[in-house]
């Protein structure tokens, strides 16, 4: 397999190694700063809509989903399990 493809894992140590510096400011604006703000915006704009609805404007229960089964072979229907 060509290195260009698949490099020896020293030769990805030493590159990271080399480019420390750049990849912690690339994590830092890419996670810090972009990733956990729009997550932490969106499940809060998620549950304060739920809240704010209630269950007097048609809001009953939040839901989960169940990925159609593909989490292995033990099934939980929540319509089951929820009263």
């Known amino acids: 397999v060509p290195p260009i493809l698949l490099p020896a894992p020293s030769a990805v140590a030493s590159a990271i190694g080399h480019n420390l510096p750049m990849l912690g400011a690339d994590f830092v604006q890419t996670v810090l700063r972009s990733v956990v703000p729009g997550w932490l915006i969106g499940?809060?704009?998620?549950?304060?809509?739920?809240?704010?609805?209630?269950?007097?404007?048609?809001?009953?229960?939040?839901?989960?989903?169940?990925?159609?089964?593909?989490?292995?072979?033990?099934?939980f229907h929540l319509k089951d399990l929820l009263p």
Do not use: D, F, S, W
């Not at 739920?50 to 404007?57: S, V």
């Open 43 to 75: 499940c809060g704009a998620g549950l304060a809509a739920a809240i704010a609805l209630g269950p007097e404007a048609g809001a009953c229960r939040i839901g989960a989903g169940n990925y159609g089964g593909k989490l292995g072979k033990h099934h």
